[in-house]
């Protein structure tokens, strides 16, 4: 049996992602397609357009067999970490073969040489990296320009880590290689604009597009597919749910909370908390907010991050929780009613592992042999999961009352 795992935001669900499945099902022929997919909340730091539930079920409509949920604390998170927990929830199926993912380059060659110098990491890597950050660079930057050095006399390689799809290939070959997985990793080369471009291909853009397309009103109809249109029209009557609709939560956060608390927060160093503090009290929106306080040391999307751990109250000792307790269950948000049997056997596999496979949060909270620390997780995602819905208007408490969706 072939089983394709990929790991997804989906924010949202456009024609560049129908592409890839596409081209999935076409080279590699698999029997299921299983995503890991981030919820409410994105990797960088942003909220998502449609909530985990519409995304759980366009991606069943269109393409997808099954959807497994990343914690938020780490969808929130590094791509290093973002990349981890997706790899590792799709190990822990111990059904999925290949792990697919969008490259600009494709030469899995130099990823996995890339990788394997970065999960090793060396003497020269570490100097190189010490060096770079004591220049006051953030964190990618000197990894990218330590890397760089290493492979200084191969262009190609060089140019790996200026890419942010080819950084993600390159962090899931790394958990590869760190779980000693059995997973083979399988390239898909991106046909369309990078990540962060506003330039389209025929019928495909990029997320960052589309998102900007939507939320100043404008057509994006020609780079999603027609069911995720249909959506966005019939229950969010096109409106765009922004990091800025949270403001009101984060500047009063800021300016009830002690210096203490902030510190505590997940990502929270070297007095970023100060700096935010006194902007929230000259600022009206978070996008001002973060432009006010970015530097060279403080990316945007690193200071978003920030904002959206204070906003969920995602502390370093949560978060630490939520790393060590993700590996021990696996969250499904919905399946095809042809997968059933590739579910079971999941299950059966959880059992075998001491991996508890949940889909209702509600029957699972309620059952006094539940495991208290995946009790501790899941109560959690409810509370991140109200918060986001407060500002989308939609269902509060929907982790209690929605079951995993089967299409």
């Known amino acids: 049996m072939i089983v394709a795992g990929i790991v997804v935001e989906y924010n949202p669900y456009h024609n560049g992602h129908l592409y890839q499945i596409q081209k999935i099902k076409e080279k590699l022929n698999p029997d299921y397609i299983i995503v890991a997919m981030g919820n409410n909340f994105s ?3 942003e909220v998502c ?9 366009l991606a069943l409509e269109l393409g997808v067999d099954m959807v497994l949920e990343i914690p938020t604390a780490l969808t929130i998170s590094s791509a290093e970490n973002f990349a981890k927990a997706g790899v ?3 190990e822990n199926t111990h059904v999925v073969t290949h792990l697919c993912f969008g490259v600009e380059n494709d030469n899995l060659e130099k990823i996995t040489s890339i990788a394997k110098t970065l999960s090793k990491e060396t003497m020269q890597y570490k100097k190189l990296l010490k060096d770079e950050l004591a220049k006051g660079v953030s964190f990618p930057v000197a990894r990218s320009n330590a890397i760089n050095e290493i492979y200084k006399n191969d262009n190609e390689a060089k140019d790996i880590l200026n890419k942010p799809n080819n950084i993600l290939a390159v962090e899931y070959v790394k958990q590869l290689i760190k779980l000693n997985s059995k997973m083979k990793p399988y390239i898909i080369k991106r046909n369309g604009p990078g990540f962060y471009d506003t330039d389209v291909k025929d019928n495909i853009s990029s ?12 057509d994006a109809s020609n780079y999603i597919p027609s069911e995720v249109e249909k959506v966005l029209k019939r229950k969010y009557k096109n409106k765009v749910v922004t990091i800025d609709d949270f403001s009101d939560i984060f500047i009063y956060k800021m300016q009830t909370s002690n210096k203490d608390d902030l510190k505590n927060i997940y990502e929270v160093k070297e007095g970023i908390e100060n700096s935010l503090y006194e902007s929230s009290k000259k600022n009206i929106t978070i996008t001002s907010i973060i432009d006010d306080v970015k530097s060279k040391r403080f990316t945007y999307t690193g200071i978003s991050r920030i904002i959206c751990n204070i906003i969920l109250d995602i502390t370093k000792e949560s978060y630490k929780h939520t790393l060590e307790t993700m ?15 590739l579910l079971s056997t999941i299950v059966k596999n959880g059992k075998k592992h001491k991996v508890t496979v949940i889909n209702n949060v509600n029957k699972y909270l309620k059952d006094k042999k539940s495991n208290k620390e995946i009790c501790t997780e899941l109560e959690k995602e409810i509370q991140y999961n109200n918060i986001y819905q407060i500002k989308a208007m939609h269902d509060i408490n929907s982790d209690y009352t929605k079951n995993m969706i089967v299409k």
């Open 207 to 218: 997320a960052t597009n589309i998102r900007n397309l939507l939320k100043n009103k404008k």
């Open 49 to 57: 357009i449609l909530d985990k539930y519409d995304k759980t079920e």
């Open 43 to 45: 990797q960088r730091g």
């Open 327 to 341: 590996p021990k269950y696996i969250r499904v948000l919905g399946f095809k009613n042809q997968a059933e049997e």
């Open 88 to 90: 590792t929830l799709l």
